[in-house]
């Protein structure tokens, strides 16, 4: 039938379709060789062996347990303390008589064949981190103790722990596998892949060759040398006992494949059947040659089945069992087991492959019945080379070749026959490289110890051991690690595997270990149950034929668990790994063929079964066995040579001269810092010494009594230069300066004793020193000797004009003239001294006892015989000595005439000012006008007196208005005009009863001193030492008067009110006193300082607690104690408080917040005082850091630097490398930078103290300046993450970043230079600087700049306020010398030591501005400006800028300004006036009101400020301004009361609802200002008092 032609059309589809893929599939393939079959890599970690449970068997897994764990405390506690010491078990049970071999024919192949297998399958050998210590007490008898000491300890370190076991007894320790149980090549390609891949070749498949050139030739080759320093265990070789680098080793894949010469022999063996095998291959598979992986894992796939067959089917039988006919050996239950076979024992449900089979290593196997090879290792290994001739095997013995080698231990023998294994140990490589075919020769025929319970000496008294313990007992030591690992008793382990208890009597059938048993029984004290380890019991059930029946249950339990558990195991097919005859080609490859494949060793050299050596029928029977130290011979060689005896080391050797160096050195740093501080003072104060030194100028001068000299002032005042004037008229000899402005005078016109001339005999012979009478010396130095003694001519000729004797020294140097010379600081001392016994006797109950409190009785006898020159009586009134009214009061109280004024003088003109009656003061006033005693003032002397109190201040008024005064009082006296002025009259001008009471209250008496004087009949103690002082002010009708000719006051009823602070009368209560002000005052600062600080020690309790609980598993602090938990803490410290002085550097940044609401709340203005405060809190925690790791370096330095690894984990070094003390303080960065900081913290606070910055403030900037290394270093510091992560940054970006912001800001203004354009020489040491006004410099009156003077150092700055105001064209600071760079830019600005006509004063930096001005003053209709101190100098600013608003054409609410200066003198701040009385002059709309308050009184002894007091009501009383400042500001002596001051104010302003308070001064003030208006707040009908204030 035929088909439809849809039909056909689908068959022709379908058949191209077919067509289609199968090209696809042959293009697809025909990159790849053909029939290559795709395998399954097996994981080199040994996870997902087991799919059904991936992490079985993989790497870090837990070792089971068979047996419950019996921990002493069931959790993780060692058990077996009841037991004996591990020590005496080892010399009781298992020593003996060595030398012994093996009664069924094991060799040393089968031996360390073994070894080689447990580093197959298991590694536990890493202790846990952080370390601890079992350690194993040695007794006093012991061979390791020969000194017999009581704390001699060998060191054992517990195993790596399942972190999250051990917790509770449910869940207890549970130690680790490092590597795979699976017998899957870790030996030979790594634990790893990174490991297998820098071992590789990556060329033909092979192992990396140490020779490219031996390729070809398996047998020669060797692995590549270990230049990359693979981390292979790396103890020190005990014989050596040094540490040795680890390139000295091969590139092999067991990590641990180096500890003796025989377990790496079976290194290189299996390493070149790998080549071989990949070479093999390469042959077989010509599509394989050029695919290296391909080769490799096909080479690795077979070595490693290869492998098992060995382990499994020719090494475990021979291990377990050999009957006597050494050919019959434990049966091993077959892979498959046959269906028909009528299984019933234990081993039943082991068959094929089973997922549900864990291939774990168990506890009982690793601890103990794995380490029975202990008993038959031999203590060394005979060297045999290869057999000559074609002898039989019967006459073999005459060729065997047995060689010898050379030894190189002193006192032992030059060469020997055999390889000790003692001495061995690691020092594996050279014997292996030399003689590999020789030692595997020797591993066939020496036979092993026989089976026993005894163990040779080179594994129980010479095993290796770390530096510190040379050579330890490993019997010891697996008894203390199965205790250590929580195993229980011999016969519970016995039960657990389905055996039966055993006592003492049937321990063991060998007759030979009978009496070890016996003795074992005897150290127990005859316990009925032998509570026996594990280790020692298992290997006293040894036989002959092999291991008793508890650990051959234990060995093959073990291995038949992990060939079935092994989903890769060679002869499962279900993984597709090999066929039935590749598996048949695995079972026929032996390790006797391996060898002969791999090595030259041939045939006729080795027996077939290398495991066994049958004598008489196999090659070379060994000569003798080797016995331990038995001093044996053959061919006149020893067999053997002698084990090196234990040693010890301590790890801080080497490094105790380099610890104390270090910390002594740092700790000297500091004395050297200060001694290099102290040294450049000197230095730079005799700079200052020379440059005060001027040259005097060599001017022509006509006249014969004009001189141009230099005159030294002092030791410590800079030298001027001067000109001298002979006034033959006055009888006087004048001194003033270039600008002829006066400085001294000389007044010789009473002068009755010798004038002494002094002459310099030494260098230029040009200085001339004057001596007069009660005068300070006067000390010039000329240009040249003949300067000088043209002046001392005319000096002598002037003295002889005026009669005056004198008296020529010549044979004085120089230096003894400065030495001798009395100075102006000198006589200061005195003079200060003679005022306060003054002002103190003024005011004594007991005027004739001149006995003062620290002030000696020589300094009183010659204090009372001080004599006052009018300029110093002038100095002391702080008014110029050419005054009349100076020249009137000293002739006055100059009662002798002597020209001078002593104590008693001066005391009784004192006492009358301070608490003499208003007659008795008027008294005074009068008798210093009636100059010629006649009891009446004329109109003209009258007039002189008030011109010469206007004088004074540099004031004047004109003759009119001086007639119009004059009126005005003759007609208050009712007197003619002009007609001459009687006493009586003249009380009626200042003493009548309305300014009596001013008079009379006008006193400095004190009741804490008993000060007297007329009362207004209150008692002293209840009458308040207060004084009302009014305002005058001029209104209309006062104007009017005024044109009339008149003067009239008018009271306001605004009240400044002041009292007298009264102070405790004791000690302990003025303490008290001053701490509760203190507390009261500075509570802002005190509740930010307290904060700061329980934050700071928040921060130092965290880590000083994470470390000492959090972190105990990092096991620091138990190598250092709790002082890591102290330094780590201290350091936290560090880092938060170093950070925080960023922010208190950040000036524009506090700049801005104080203009916010923020600065209510923070003290902005202590930002300075805090940085010193944290500063000082940053310094105690940096000694209680590095004094904290001095210790702990001392601990970490002591010890092994093996422990130290698992401690600081970020620190790797070669393994031959000791981290010493000089390791870890200048090799790490951590270290290194550790000292760098410190010196860097040394020198900053070096120069940071108050010394440094008066002497050497440059030298104090520039090395706060390394402030950029130290947050550098810092943050390196802790990148070194030596202990922890770097926390640095947590507390350091956030500053930083405010204050580089910060820091830009700055840099932004402060490079541009600024022409000064005038510089004033002030009084009291101020220099007045006016500069052009930067373009865009915008800046609010109050605030302040930062400046450098170009001539003193462009980096150099120091924080001043402006005294000019918003609106001027420039910029002006008032800047007061009281530090040597102030003092240096006073010099700098001195035109008149310049020097030259032309000079132009030197350019100045600013950066600013910075601070906050009180701009909401006109807001107000009220304000008041309260200034304190130097808060005082922001103001000078703000009140040009009030006046200069108030003169715009612009309304704005305000409408009186009320200025409260309060200071303790005005001493300091004299220039001050010269703004206020230039704001009084411009002020038209009498805006501002000043008042001044001079609150220093007797206690400070300040005779200007007392004066001030006497006087100054006189004068304001007839002028309307200050006596002494020519100002209308009224001066009050006292603190304000801001209260009541402010309360009547309201009285004065009724309709003002709001004043507006700012002030600016010390907290105390500003805290009584703010008090004052909260309770005027509190009161009703008064106006809202809103206070705005800054500190200072």
């Given at each position: 039938m035929s088909r439809s032609p849809c039909r056909r059309t689908m068959d022709v589809s379908y058949k191209r379709l077919l067509l289609f893929f199968g090209v696809l599939i042959i293009l697809l393939d025909s990159g790849y060789p053909q029939h290559e079959e795709e395998f399954e890599p097996i994981p080199q970690d040994g996870f997902f062996n087991n799919l059904n449970h991936p992490d079985w068997g993989a790497v870090d897994d837990i070792l089971i347990r068979k047996s419950p764990p019996d921990y002493q405390d069931g959790v993780y506690e060692p058990a077996g303390q009841d037991r004996p010491n591990p020590f005496h078990i080892s010399d009781t049970a298992h020593s003996g008589e060595s030398g012994l071999p093996s009664q069924r024919g094991r060799t040393a192949m089968l031996v360390f064949f073994g070894q080689q297998i447990v580093e197959e399958i298991l590694d536990v050998q890493r202790p846990g981190c952080p370390r601890e210590f079992f350690n194993i007490p040695v007794p006093k008898d012991h061979r390791f103790n020969p000194n017999n000491l009581d704390n001699l300890q060998m060191p054992l370190q517990r195993s790596r722990f399942n972190q999250r076991t051990g917790q509770t007894a449910g869940n207890p320790r549970q130690q680790l596998n490092e590597i795979t149980p699976f017998i899957d090549g870790t030996l030979f390609y790594g634990p790893g892949k990174a490991w297998t891949d820098a071992i590789r070749e990556f060329k033909h498949g092979y192992l990396k060759v140490r020779d490219p050139n031996t390729y070809d030739d398996i047998k020669s080759q060797f692995p590549a040398n270990n230049d990359i320093r693979l981390p292979f265990a790396n103890p020190p070789p005990p014989a050596d006992h040094f540490l040795k680098p680890v390139s000295r080793f091969f590139r092999l894949g067991n990590p641990r494949g180096f500890e003796n010469p025989f377990l790496l022999t079976f290194g290189v063996i299996w390493f070149r059947w790998h080549n071989f095998i990949a070479k093999k291959l390469a042959e077989e598979n010509v599509a394989w040659r050029g695919n290296d992986e391909r080769l490799f894992e096909e080479a690795r796939r077979r070595v490693i089945a290869h492998y098992q067959k060995i382990v499994m089917y020719d090494w475990l039988p021979r291990w377990l069992h050999i009957d006597t006919t050494l050919e019959k050996f434990f049966e091993i239950p077959s892979y498959l087991r046959d269906p028909s076979e009528n299984c019933t024992g234990r081993f039943c449900a082991f068959n094929g492959y089973d997922s549900e089979i864990h291939p774990g290593i168990s506890q009982e196997f690793q601890t103990a019945a794995m380490r029975f090879g202990h008993t038959l290792v031999t203590p060394g290994i005979w060297i045999r080379g290869p057999t000559t001739g074609n002898q039989t095997r019967m006459a073999h013995q005459m060729d065997c070749n047995w060689k010898n080698l050379p030894i190189g231990i002193p006192n032992q023998p030059h060469r020997v026959h055999a390889i000790r294994l003692c001495n061995a140990y690691w020092n594996s490589r050279e014997p292996v490289d030399n003689m590999l075919d020789d030692i595997i020769r020797g591993l066939s025929s020496t036979l092993a110890e026989k089976e026993d319970h005894i163990v040779v000496p080179d594994l129980r008294e010479h095993l290796f051991g770390p530096l510190e313990f040379s050579r330890r007992?490993?019997?010891?030591?697996?008894?203390?690690?199965?205790?250590?690992?929580?195993?229980?008793?011999?016969?519970?382990?016995?039960?657990?595997?389905?055996?039966?208890?055993?006592?003492?009597?049937?321990?063991?059938?060998?007759?030979?270990?009978?009496?070890?048993?016996?003795?074992?029984?005897?150290?127990?004290?005859?316990?009925?149950?032998?509570?026996?380890?594990?280790?020692?019991?298992?290997?006293?059930?040894?036989?002959?034929?092999?291991?008793?029946?508890?650990?051959?249950?234990?060995?093959?339990?073990?291995?038949?668990?992990?060939?079935?558990?092994?989903?890769?195991?060679?002869?499962?097919?279900?993984?597709?790994?090999?066929?039935?005859?590749?598996?048949?080609?695995?079972?026929?490859?032996?390790?006797?063929?391996?060898?002969?494949?791999?090595?030259?060793?041939?045939?006729?050299?080795?027996?077939?079964?290398?495991?066994?050596?049958?004598?008489?029928?196999?090659?070379?029977?060994?000569?003798?066995?080797?016995?331990?130290?038995?001093?044996?011979?053959?061919?006149?060689?020893?067999?053997?040579?002698?084990?090196?005896?234990?040693?010890?080391?301590?790890?801080?050797?080497?490094?105790?001269?380099?610890?104390?160096?270090?910390?002594?050195?740092?700790?000297?740093?500091?004395?050297?810092?200060?001694?290099?501080?102290?040294?450049?003072?000197?230095?730079?104060?005799?700079?200052?010494?020379?440059?005060?030194?001027?040259?005097?100028?060599?001017?022509?001068?006509?006249?014969?009594?004009?001189?141009?000299?230099?005159?030294?002032?002092?030791?410590?005042?800079?030298?001027?230069?001067?000109?001298?004037?002979?006034?033959?008229?006055?009888?006087?000899?004048?001194?003033?300066?270039?600008?002829?402005k006066p400085l001294r005078m000389l007044d010789l016109r009473m002068i009755k004793q010798k004038l002494h001339f002094r002459l310099s005999a030494d260098g230029l012979q040009n200085v001339i020193s004057v001596r007069v009478q009660g005068e300070i010396d006067l000390v010039l130095k000329f240009v040249d000797m003949e300067e000088r003694e043209k002046f001392r001519k005319n000096l002598d000729n002037f003295l002889v004009d005026l009669q005056i004797e004198r008296e020529l020294h010549q044979d004085f140097d120089e230096k003894r003239i400065y030495e001798n010379a009395s100075t102006k600081e000198e006589r200061q001392n005195y003079l200060d001294k003679f005022f306060r016994v003054i002002c103190l006797q003024a005011f004594n109950k007991n005027p004739g006892q001149l006995q003062i409190e620290g002030i000696s009785g020589d300094d009183l006898n010659r204090i009372s015989k001080v004599q006052l020159t009018r300029t110093e009586f002038a100095d002391a009134l702080g008014l110029k000595p050419n005054s009349v009214f100076v020249r009137n009061m000293f002739m006055m109280v100059d009662k002798d005439n002597s020209g001078f004024v002593g104590f008693q003088e001066f005391l009784d003109m004192f006492v009358v000012l301070s608490s003499g009656d208003a007659e008795d003061k008027a008294r005074l006033i009068f008798n210093m006008y009636d100059i010629k005693k006649q009891g009446k003032l004329s109109s003209r002397d009258f007039a002189r007196m008030i011109q010469s109190m206007l004088d004074l201040s540099d004031q004047s008024i004109s003759s009119t208005d001086m007639q119009a005064l004059l009126s005005a009082m003759y007609k208050s006296a009712n007197m003619p005009e002009n007609s001459d002025i009687d006493f009586e009259t003249f009380s009626k001008l200042f003493a009548s009863d309305e300014y009596e009471s001013t008079l009379r209250k006008a006193t400095l008496g004190i009741e804490a001193l008993g000060s007297e004087g007329k009362s207004d009949g209150k008692s002293a103690m209840a009458r308040k030492r207060t004084t009302f002082f009014e305002s005058y002010r001029m209104d209309d009708e006062r104007k009017q008067n005024k044109e009339n000719g008149t003067l009239q006051r008018r009271n306001t009823r605004v009240k400044i009110k002041t009292t007298i602070a009264e102070l405790p009368k004791s000690v302990m209560g003025q303490r008290l006193y001053e701490l509760t002000r203190k507390i009261e005052n500075y509570r802002l600062q005190i509740f930010w300082l307290t904060l700061y600080i329980l934050v700071t020690l928040g921060i130092f309790l965290e880590r000083a607690f994470y470390y000492s609980f959090e972190r105990e598993h990092a096991g620091l602090r138990r190598i250092a104690g709790y002082g890591v938990t102290v330094t780590r803490g201290a350091a936290s410290v560090m880092m938060f408080t170093y950070s925080s002085l960023l922010v208190t550097m950040s000036r524009n940044t506090i700049t801005f917040l104080r203009e916010t609401f923020l600065h209510r709340f923070i003290p902005f203005d202590s930002a300075h005082a805090m940085h010193k405060i944290i500063a000082m809190i940053a310094l105690l925690f940096t000694v209680v850091h590095c004094v904290g790791h001095g210790i702990n370096l001392y601990h970490i330095s002591t010890q092994a630097s093996s422990d130290l690894n698992c401690i600081f984990r970020e620190y790797f070094r070669a393994t031959d490398v000791l981290a010493s003390f000089q390791y870890w303080a200048f090799q790490t960065i951590t270290g290194f930078t550790g000292i760098l900081l410190t010196l860097i913290v040394i020198i900053i606070y070096v120069f940071a103290t108050p010394y440094a910055r008066k002497n050497l403030f440059n030298a104090f900037w520039i090395t706060h300046s390394l402030y950029i290394l130290l947050y550098i270093f810092t943050v390196m510091h802790g990148t070194g993450r030596l202990v922890q992560p770097p926390l640095f940054q947590n507390y350091f970006y956030g500053p930083l970043f405010i204050y580089v912001v910060d820091k830009f800001i700055s840099l932004s203004r402060n490079q541009v230079e600024i022409d000064v354009l005038s510089a004033d020489l002030l009084p009291s040491d101020v220099t007045a600087l006016k500069f052009k006004r930067p373009i865009n410099f915008e800046y609010r009156s109050g605030q302040w700049v930062r400046i450098a003077c170009v001539a003193l150092g462009k980096g150099e700055y120091h924080p001043f306020t402006l005294t000019s105001a918003p609106h001027e064209d420039y910029l002006s600071l008032h800047i007061r010398a009281v530090g040597p760079w102030t003092t240096n830019l006073r010099q700098t600005y001195d035109a008149n030591k310049a020097g030259s006509e032309d000079w132009t004063p030197p350019k100045?930096?600013?950066?600013?501005?910075?601070?906050?001005?009180?701009?909401?003053?006109?807001?107000?209709?009220?304000?008041?400006?309260?200034?304190?101190?130097?808060?005082?100098?922001?103001?000078?600013?703000?009140?040009?800028?009030?006046?200069?608003?108030?003169?715009?054409?612009?309304?704005?609410?305000?409408?009186?300004?009320?200025?409260?200066?309060?200071?303790?003198?005005?001493?300091?701040?004299?220039?001050?006036?010269?703004?206020?009385?230039?704001?009084?002059?411009?002020?038209?709309?009498?805006?501002?009101?000043?008042?001044?308050?001079?609150?220093?009184?007797?206690?400070?002894f300040d005779l200007r400020t007392t004066m001030l007091y006497i006087c100054e009501r006189h004068f304001q009383k007839i002028a309307g301004k200050s006596l002494f400042t020519g100002l209308k500001a009224i001066t009050h002596f006292g603190r304000p009361q801001f209260q009541e001051f402010l309360e009547s104010l309201h009285r004065e302003h009724p309709e003002a609802k709001q004043v507006g308070v700012f002030s600016c001064g010390p907290p105390p003030m500003t805290l009584n200002v703010d008090k004052a208006c909260a309770e005027a707040n509190k009161k009703e009908g008064l106006p809202a008092y809103s206070h705005h204030f800054e500190n200072f």
């Open positions: 007992d490993l019997v010891a030591i697996n008894i203390q690690r199965g205790r250590e690992h929580g195993l229980t008793d011999f016969n519970s382990v016995r039960k657990a595997f389905g055996l039966d208890a055993v006592d003492w009597s049937n321990l063991t059938t060998n007759r030979d270990i009978r009496p070890a048993v016996e003795n074992l029984r005897n150290l127990y004290n005859n316990a009925s149950n032998p509570n026996l380890d594990l280790f020692v019991g298992g290997l006293l059930e040894t036989t002959d034929d092999g291991p008793g029946p508890l650990f051959r249950s234990i060995l093959l339990d073990q291995f038949m668990r992990i060939r079935h558990g092994d989903r890769f195991w060679f002869e499962n097919k279900g993984n597709g790994y090999f066929n039935d005859d590749e598996i048949q080609d695995i079972m026929n490859v032996t390790l006797h063929s391996i060898i002969l494949n791999v090595t030259n060793v041939t045939e006729n050299d080795i027996q077939e079964d290398v495991f066994i050596h049958r004598n008489y029928t196999d090659p070379c029977d060994q000569p003798n066995q080797l016995t331990a130290d038995s001093n044996l011979m053959h061919d006149e060689l020893f067999h053997i040579e002698n084990c090196t005896s234990l040693q010890h080391y301590d790890y801080f050797s080497g490094s105790g001269a380099a610890f104390v160096l270090t910390f002594v050195g740092l700790g000297l740093c500091v004395p050297g810092a200060v001694g290099i501080m102290v040294c450049m003072a000197k230095i730079r104060a005799k700079k200052m010494q020379r440059g005060r030194q001027r040259r005097a100028p060599h001017r022509p001068n006509d006249d014969p009594n004009v001189f141009t000299a230099v005159e030294w002032v002092g030791p410590n005042s800079d030298e001027r230069n001067v000109k001298v004037k002979f006034d033959r008229n006055r009888k006087k000899i004048h001194v003033e300066d270039t600008r002829r100045v930096l600013i950066d600013g501005p910075f601070g906050e001005g009180h701009q909401d003053w006109y807001k107000f209709p009220v304000a008041v400006l309260v200034g304190g101190g130097i808060g005082v100098t922001p103001f000078a600013s703000i009140l040009k800028d009030i006046v200069f608003k108030t003169a715009q054409p612009i309304r704005f609410p305000c409408q009186k300004v009320y200025f409260l200066w309060v200071t303790r003198t005005q001493k300091q701040f004299e220039w001050l006036t010269d703004i206020i009385r230039e704001v009084e002059e411009k002020d038209k709309r009498d805006l501002v009101s000043v008042h001044i308050f001079i609150t220093q009184f007797q206690q400070k």
